[in-house]
């Protein structure tokens, strides 16, 4: 059965950086699509990046930049470096797995989110 564990947010002041982590279980790691999505308070939740099994990335416009994903294989974990945060990163934060990057939203498996606040 996969897991999708997530540690790390809290809250930064604007120009601050935070990172998150997903560890991840159950499934074949090395030939999933995963990435992470945000939804804000009154907000549609959309993705923030995605990363393919063969490490080509895509990032939100707001994002580029600012934010780095990165895959330890290893330890099958995913991460998000946030740097100069804004206040309009603020959101909760979930990782997302998927075979294809395009089945994330609909037949992913997710974490269980974790919240970002940029406040000062």
């Known amino acids: 059965q996969a897991q999708m564990v997530q540690s790390g947010g809290g809250t930064a002041q604007p120009g601050g950086s935070l990172r998150l982590s997903c560890a991840t279980s159950?499934?074949?790691?090395?030939?999933?699509?995963m990435g992470w999505f945000r939804q804000a308070p009154g907000k549609e939740r959309e993705e923030v990046v995605h990363?393919?099994?063969?490490?080509?990335?895509s990032y939100l416009d707001a994002v580029k930049g600012r934010f780095t994903v990165s895959k330890d294989n290893d330890k099958k974990t995913l991460y998000l470096e946030m740097n100069n945060l804004k206040f309009e990163d603020t959101a909760v934060y979930y990782c997302?797995?998927?075979?294809?990057?395009?089945?994330?939203?609909?037949?992913?498996?997710w974490g269980q989110g974790t919240q970002v606040t940029v406040s000062s």
């Open positions: 159950g499934f074949t790691w090395r030939t999933y699509c």
């Open positions: 997302a797995a998927a075979i294809r990057c395009d089945w994330l939203v609909d037949h992913g498996y």
């Open positions: 990363v393919d099994y063969d490490s080509t990335t």
